[in-house]
């Protein structure tokens, strides 16, 4: 074997370079969150949430 390659059990910063490589590996591969709940958005809902959300304030107050 190679012993370029191989990780030395003994040494503690090549264990933690091995926990830094596989952790910036497992977010570097994740993808975005999904937007699908975005995608019909229109600015009379936008304006109609606002009504109700006005509506119910002051019913509150």
Do not use: C, H, Y
């Given at each position: 074997?190679?012993?370029?390659?191989?990780?030395?059990?003994?040494?503690?910063f090549?264990?933690?370079?091995?926990?830094l490589?596989?952790?910036?590996?497992?977010?570097?591969?994740?993808?975005?969150?999904?937007?699908?709940?975005?995608?019909?958005?229109?600015?009379?809902?936008v304006?109609?949430?606002?009504k109700?959300?006005?509506?119910?304030?002051?019913?509150?107050?």
């Amino acid at each position: 074997m190679n012993k370029t390659k191989q990780i030395q059990w003994w040494n503690p910063f090549a264990w933690f370079g091995a926990v830094l490589r596989s952790t910036f590996a497992f977010f570097g591969m994740m993808s975005p969150p999904p937007t699908s709940g975005l995608e019909n958005l229109q600015v009379a809902d936008v304006k109609d949430a606002e009504k109700v959300a006005r509506e119910a304030q002051e019913a509150s107050t």
